[in-house]
Each structure stands twice: as structure tokens, then as C-alpha cells.
């Protein structure tokens, strides 16, 4: 598996085609077809499902995408280290829940970018809570953007602010008085998320159910098209304050009783840097309202 089919590969998976990898990349769409069915051949599977005029991994292609960007980090490390590079290599690899992909972490990027403009950052979504560690240590990423209770023991942790859930309702619906109690939710059809998530359990577990309590329009983990639905009219949820918030005067925000506040943290494993990730962890720990929430590492 040589590097320039490996960058290819990754190429078509981050543009879903194999024309979009090719426009990316500055070359042609055969030369990238090309290797990508040598690639194949070599290792004896189809990594990609041609639907219409796109591109999605097999199982062995989604089992291959970690250590590919694992083999390329690994590589960008080594030309910096005999000097191939005039400043810093790599590209930074980050994963977030879609309710923590803004605020704090947009600062931080926009901080890094401003200080190294020449490195990629790649910013993608995390769906399972489950997938924190296992997405660090098979090299889909470098950093994770999550809860404490998500990330485990094994990581390293800075914590970058907090994460409130509110009761959001449409502009002008008639509720109680804030703070909202979830025990005694008025009787407006709310959309919530599914028990996936450990913290829509416990937000659920505080909300009434059955005869007694609010009607569910619907469920749906994606917190925008609850944020949608609510600015439709079509009722009320409880999500993420930060998500709320963008919709302006189109809903209105309330805060619940009991409240639900958890910190957000930047996980990473400081074991495995690459230069890149390296400088992204000195700009967040140089920030003023920053704090570790992790042990040192024992001395190897």
C-alpha cells in the first residue's frame, strides 16, 4: 500500500467520489480511479459500493480509513523530524458530537488555523457514544469533542466550557414560569432524542410519561431537525442550549429544573501526537479558562 494510493484513498472517502477526490487533489479522475483499483487488487477486496455517481466504503474500506490517516500522520511526523518541511506538517483530525461541533471548539479552530494556515483541519461528526476511545486508538482521529463520561480513562482530558440542556418551545407558546420543571411538563408534543445517549436517559427519566405527560411528536437524535421542528411550530424539546440559541427569535429558551449542565472536553491520547496535534493542544492549554481534568501520564 503505497502513501499516494493511500491519499487517494482517504480522498474519495472524504469527497464520497472519486470526482471530488480528483478536483481535491488537482489531478485527473483517471489517475485516481486507476489507483484505487490497484489498491484493490493488492489487497484482495472492494473497499468502496458505487451508488450512482458516488462512493461509500465496504466494511473493509471503513475498517481501513483509521490506519490510513494513522499511516499518513505517522509519515507527515517523520518528514518534519529530517527537516523536509519549512514549518509544520500533517493535517488536524477532530471528531464531534453534531451539538458540540460550534462554540468553544469554533474558537479554538479559528486559533489554529490563524496561527498555522498552511494545516488542514478535518472536522467530523460522532455518532455513538461508545466510539470515543476506539476512534482515538484506530487512528480516525486525534482529538474527540465530548463529555467526560464519554471519553473514558485512558484519555487525556482538557475541559473547554460546558453544555446546558434547556427546554426550547415555538416564540409565544404558553408555559409556566421559569425554570421549566421536566416533572411537570405542560401538555405541548415534544420531539426528543432516542435513549442512545446517556444524557437523553437521564433527561427523559426526569420527565413524565404515559397519560400524564406531554405528547411525543417525535424522536430523532439529530438535534437541528428538533431544533426544525420546533421552529415549524410543530412543538417543543429539550436540547443543547448552543443549538438552541441559533434560532433566534423563532423559539423561545427556558431553562429546566432540574438543570442539566455537563463540561465539554477536547479528548486525545498524548501518547500518539503527531506535530500538528501537538500544536493544537499548546493552543488550547494556553487558553486562560482552560483546565486538565486528567492525572499526568506515568513516566515510561
Do not use: W
Not at 478535518?122 to 457514544?129: F, I, K, Q, S, V
Request: some cysteine; aromatic content about 4%; hydrophobic content about 45%.
Amino acid at each position: 500500500m503505497e502513501i499516494r494510493q493511500t491519499e487517494y484513498f482517504l480522498a474519495v472517502v472524504e469527497n464520497q467520489g472519486v470526482g471530488g477526490a480528483a478536483a481535491a487533489l488537482g489531478i485527473s479522475e483517471p489517475t485516481v480511479s486507476q489507483a484505487l483499483r490497484a489498491l484493490e487488487r493488492e489487497m484482495g477486496v472492494a473497499l468502496f459500493h458505487r451508488v450512482g455517481r458516488g462512493m461509500v466504503p465496504t466494511a473493509a474500506g471503513r475498517k481501513l480509513i483509521g490506519p490510513a490517516r494513522q499511516l499518513l500522520r505517522d509519515v507527515r511526523m517523520v518528514g518534519q523530524l529530517q527537516g523536509e518541511s519549512g514549518g509544520l506538517a500533517g493535517r488536524l483530525d477532530i471528531l464531534a458530537f453534531p451539538a458540540t461541533a460550534s462554540g468553544q471548539l469554533t474558537d479554538l479552530l479559528a486559533d489554529f488555523c490563524s496561527a498555522y494556515p498552511t494545516v488542514p483541519v478535518r472536522l467530523g461528526l460522532l455518532d455513538a457514544e461508545s466510539e470515543v476511545e476506539s476512534m482515538i486508538a484506530e487512528g480516525h482521529c486525534e482529538f474527540v469533542v465530548c463529555t467526560p463520561r464519554t471519553a473514558g480513562d485512558r484519555l487525556t482530558m482538557v475541559e473547554i466550557g460546558e453544555q446546558e440542556y434547556v427546554v426550547v418551545y415555538p416564540a409565544g407558546t404558553d408555559v409556566p414560569a421559569e425554570p421549566i420543571p421536566l416533572s411537570d411538563l405542560p401538555a405541548v408534543p415534544m420531539s426528543l432524542a432516542s435513549s442512545r445517549y446517556s444524557i437523553a436517559n437521564e433527561i427523559s427519566t426526569a420527565m413524565p410519561h404515559g397519560p400524564g405527560g406531554p405528547p411525543v411528536a417525535a424522536i430523532t437524535d439529530h438535534p437541528e431537525i428538533r431544533l426544525a421542528m420546533v421552529r415549524a411550530g410543530v412543538g417543543g424539546t429539550v436540547m443543547e442550549r448552543a443549538v438552541a440559541e441559533t434560532a433566534g427569535d423563532a423559539v423561545d429558551v427556558y431553562t429546566a429544573s432540574p438543570r442539566f449542565v455537563y463540561p465539554l472536553v477536547i479528548a486525545f491520547d498524548e501518547t500518539t501526537m503527531s506535530p500538528a496535534g501537538r500544536a493544537f493542544v499548546d493552543i488550547i492549554r494556553a487558553q486562560p479558562t482552560i483546565r486538565a481534568r486528567s492525572t499526568p501520564l506515568p513516566e515510561c
